[in-house]
């Protein structure tokens, strides 16, 4: 049975960072994507960053220029840098594989930006 488990969350203040970090257990024999999605109150849930195993990634507007999504195959890895942090980055945030046939979640790690 395959498990995601973030960490790397927490409370800072507007233009610190964080880097989130999501490791997978479990048999996955194929990986086509991992990334992150994010969820504030009242929001729906929505992309934030994404990696192909080929290592294209793609991003929301949002953070375009201010997080870095990488992860390693060979772990199941997936880490997100988050810099010049803002308070509309305050959401739940969760990480995903997608493999061939399907999807996995984490539980989430709560990032909240305020000063």
């Known amino acids: 049975q395959v498990q995601l488990v973030e960490s790397g969350g927490g409370l800072v203040q507007p233009g610190e960072s964080l880097r989130l970090s999501c490791a997978a257990s479990?048999?996955?024999?194929?990986?086509?994507?991992m990334g992150w999605y994010r969820q504030a109150p009242g929001k729906q849930r929505e992309l934030v960053a994404e990696?192909?195993?080929?290592?294209?990634?793609i991003y929301a507007d949002s953070v375009k220029g201010r997080f870095t999504i990488s992860g390693d195959n060979g772990k199941n890895t997936v880490y997100l840098e988050m810099n010049s942090l803002k308070p509309e980055d305050t959401a739940v945030y969760l990480c995903?594989?997608?493999?061939?046939?399907?999807?996995?979640w984490g539980q989430g790690t709560q990032v909240t930006v305020s000063s």
């Open positions: 479990g048999t996955i024999f194929s990986i086509n994507t």
């Open positions: 995903t594989i997608l493999g061939v046939s399907s999807r996995y």
């Open positions: 990696i192909t195993r080929g290592g294209r990634t």
